[in-house]
């Protein structure tokens, strides 16, 4: 069974900086276009952020361009999400899923085989 494991959230101050791992085990992450999503308490889930296959076809939601940048090295098998200048309304858990990355944003691929994780945590809190 293929895994999808998220880290790297935690407590930061506004204006900080944060990256996100996506970890793929049991299963090529090159063969899937990545996309990260975040949910905050009360809010809607929200596509943050998604990347094609080969690290072509980007996409940042208008909350995020220009702070965050995606990326991914297949030869690790993970994908990033680096969080610059971040903001209290950025607080959430962030969730990294197999998607259809589209120009409006990332659309979930389920796949059986493949489970995701369970998201990282993020809080931006002075």
């Known amino acids: 069974q293929g895994q999808l494991v998220e880290s790297g959230g935690g407590l930061v101050q506004p204006g900080g900086s944060l990256r996100l791992s996506c970890e793929a085990s049991a299963f090529f992450l090159a063969n899937h276009a990545i996309g990260w999503f975040r949910q905050a308490p009360g809010k809607e889930r929200e596509g943050v952020s998604c990347?094609?296959?080969?690290?072509?076809?980007?996409y940042y939601s208008n909350a995020v361009k220009d702070r965050f940048t995606i990326s991914r090295d297949n030869n690790r098998n993970a994908a990033y999400l680096q969080m610059n200048n971040l903001r209290p309304e950025d607080t959430a858990v962030y969730y990294c899923e197999t998607v259809s990355c589209r120009a409006y944003g990332p659309e979930t691929y389920y796949y059986p085989d493949i489970t995701w994780g369970q998201g990282t945590q993020v809080t931006v809190s002075s």
């Open positions: 990347i094609g296959r080969n690290g072509g076809n980007i």
